[in-house]
Each structure stands twice: as structure tokens, then as C-alpha cells.
């Protein structure tokens, strides 16, 4: 006997398998669209071709960095790069020329101040000759804004970020950006600062020259970024800007040895180290710019103004209830030797465990 409501279950049945049919089929399609418009990163052309990527190499060379702005996180360089496109994608490529090499670099901060020479004849570059390549020199942007975060004893990275721009579909066809040793067996991070001058006040400390992959919703690009790290004197910026802070806070947790007779001088002296203290502070934060966090040298500073008002409290509530002389604690120490600790020196003590603790956990943290 025919039931309505028997069929009704059966058409309902059938339509949630179709759903579930469409929903499979539209997600492998989906899948297969999202897996073609990813491109793997890899570093040289012999493992671009074996992974099925069609490689365009380039070979760049810094020559010289200079005018570097902590202030405008920016730095000016001048250097050489070359590219070889591969035949397969090179009828694609029209109009070569100054006006359009076919790549620009992406982290070029003045695109109306930045030249390029093109060389169309054979030229040679320290020890490698070029048939095609471009000089070039611009401003940059450093990139990555936490680099300062352990100033003023970070590494200073400065980045060149070369992106092609021909209007070719990179993603379908699997393009991607490596380094072109021409079958010799050189390293990226070596031709990179093989010859590079570094204004006066910086040590080269390491260079990389890497492929990497920026993706987008739906597509992927593949750029090539040159990584230069500078390094400043450890000791020439402790010199600089840790010595003077350590002479201040010596000064302002030796005050409380002073005897309460020295009331003026007491109280004057937090006051007169806090002013100091903001000066050099000034001093510090007037060549960087205003980050979003504090850096190891600020936290130091930090520190500092909270010990210049803990002494000013002190002295204040010393004057009105005589603590210098009250003991605190009593310590037996070797050789019959009884030492008692009043409620000054227990303060000063934890002024400088605390200086300790402050400076070791900001640097990891």
C-alpha cells in the first residue's frame, strides 16, 4: 500500500546524500583549488625543479649600508641584483628594461627617490660577470618592529625584500623565487654581504638570503628576502647607557647610610637622582621610536624611579618616626660573629636583589 509519508522519508533521504555528494565534491574541489595556490618555500633550483616548481633564480649582492634611523626604523643601501628567468615563463616577460625589471622590492620605502641601472652588456661584480642585472640603490624599512625589544644590546636585522611583478599567474604555474648559484656551490648568506661596507659604529655579525612564502586568502607569492644582521659594542653601550644609570642608583641606595642628622641631605638626594634620572631617560628614548612595549633599557629605568620614591617615602616617614636606628634582624654569622640589620640596610639590601631580579628577568621576558 502507498504511503505519502514513506516517500516523504525516502525524498528527504536522497536529498541529504545528494547535499552530502555536493558539500564532498565542492570541498576536494575547493581542496585541489587551495592546493594549487600553494606554493612550498624552497632555498635552491636543483630542489625547486625536483619539487615540480618552475625556479626563478636571483642572485643579489649588497655593497654598502649606510644613513641608518633607529628614530625612522628605516636605513639606505646600495647593491646589485640579477634575474634569470627560466625559458618556459620568459615569452611571458615583455618589456624588460629600466622601466620594467620585473620585480621591485617591497619594503622600498621612497619608490620616488629609488634608482636602478640596468646592464645589458656583460659586466662583472667582484669575482662573478653578469650579462643582465641591475644596480640599484633605496631607502628601506628595517620590518619587524620587536627587534629593539632587549635595546640597547639587540642585533639590528636589516631586511631587502625583493617581489616579482609581471603579470604572469604565479600560482597556477608554481613559481617561486630561489637563490641562482649557476651549479657552483656558494652559499646565499656569504654572496649577500660578501662585500658590504657598514657605516662606522656597527660590526657585521650574519646574513641570510632566503626564499619565503606570503600568502593571502586563495594565493600565495614567493619572495626573496635578504637578512643582514649588524651588531653594536656590548661595551660601548653599557658604557653609554647602563653605567650612568648604576651610578644614580648607587648613589640613591647608599643615601640611607646617612644619619638621620643629614635630614636636607637625605631627602634631597632621591629628588635630585629622580631629575637625573629622567634626563638620561630622555636621552635614551629621543633616537628610537615610540614602540609599543617597553625595552630592556626601560624597564631598567622603571625600576630606578620606583627606588627613588621608595627612598623618598622612607626618609619622609623617618623623619617623623626616627626607623633608622630600629633593628630589624639578627644574624649569627661564623666565628662567634653577631651582625643585627636595621630597617634601612633590610631596604637597601632589597633594593639591590631587586636590581638583580629586574635586570635578569626583563632580558629573557
Known amino acids: 500500500m502507498f504511503n505519502p509519508r514513506r516517500l516523504k522519508y525516502i525524498f528527504s533521504f536522497f536529498l541529504g546524500l545528494m547535499l552530502i555528494l555536493m558539500c564532498n565534491g565542492s570541498y576536494g574541489l575547493l581542496a585541489k583549488i587551495e ?16 619539487a615540480g616548481l618552475i625556479p626563478v633564480g636571483i642572485w643579489m649582492e649588497l ?40 620585480f621591485t622590492f617591497e619594503n622600498d620605502v621612497e619608490r620616488s627617490q629609488y634608482s636602478m641601472l640596468k646592464y645589458d652588456q656583460k659586466v662583472r661584480k667582484g669575482e662573478r660577470a653578469y650579462e643582465k ?4 640603490s633605496g631607502k628601506f624599512a628595517m620590518g619587524d618592529a620587536r627587534q629593539h625589544r632587549r635595546s640597547p644590546f639587540s642585533d639590528l636585522h636589516l631586511k631587502v625584500i625583493v617581489s616579482p611583478i609581471c603579470n604572469f599567474d604565479y600560482s597556477s604555474r608554481k613559481i617561486v623565487l630561489v637563490f641562482d648559484d649557476e651549479g ?29 612564502i606570503r600568502k593571502w586568502p586563495g594565493i600565495s607569492y614567493s619572495w626573496m628576502v635578504g637578512d643582514v644582521v649588524l651588531r653594536t659594542s656590548a661595551w660601548a653601550s653599557f ?9 644614580v642608583m648607587a648613589i640613591v641606595i647608599i643615601a640611607p647610610s646617612l644619619g638621620s642628622s643629614y635630614f636636607e641631605a637625605r ?23 615610540n614602540f609599543p612595549y617597553l625595552t630592556y633599557l626601560d624597564r631598567l629605568y622603571v625600576y630606578a624611579y620606583i627606588v627613588c620614591l621608595l627612598m623618598f617615602v622612607l626618609f619622609v616617614l623617618d623623619a ?28 637597601q639590601c632589597l ?15
Open 239 to 247: 658604557f653609554r647607557w647602563i653605567m650612568p644609570l648604576l651610578v
Open 320 to 347: 617623623s618616626h626616627g626607623w633608622s636606628n630600629r633593628p630589624m634582624l639578627n644574624i649569627n654569622l661564623p666565628f662567634n660573629i653577631k651582625q643585627t640589620i636595621s630597617f634601612e640596610q633590610a631596604v
Open 133 to 136: 642585472g641591475y644596480e640599484f
Open 63 to 102: 655593497e654598502r649600508i649606510y644613513d641608518i634611523s633607529l628614530k625612522d626604523s628605516t636605513f639606505q643601501a646600495d647593491g646589485f641584483i640579477s634575474i634569470n628567468f627560466p625559458k618556459q615563463i620568459a615569452a611571458n616577460v615583455k618589456n624588460l628594461g629600466p622601466e620594467n625589471p620585473c
Open 35 to 50: 592546493n594549487n595556490n600553494q606554493i612550498q618555500s624552497v632555498q635552491s633550483v636543483s630542489d625547486a625543479r625536483q
Open 267 to 289: 631627602i634631597g638626594i632621591p629628588s635630585a637622582s629622580l631629575l637625573t634620572l629622567v634626563f638620561l631617560h630622555d636621552a635614551y628614548r629621543s633616537d628610537l621610536p
Open 184 to 212: 657552483k656551490k656558494l652559499k646565499a648568506a656569504n654572496v649577500l654581504a660578501a662585500n658590504l661596507e657598514v657605516p662606522i659604529g656597527y660590526n657585521f655579525s650574519n646574513s641570510s638570503l632566503q626564499a619565503q
Open 351 to 365: 633594593c639591590v636583589v631587586g636590581l638583580v631580579l629586574v635586570a635578569t628577568i626583563s632580558w629573557y621576558v
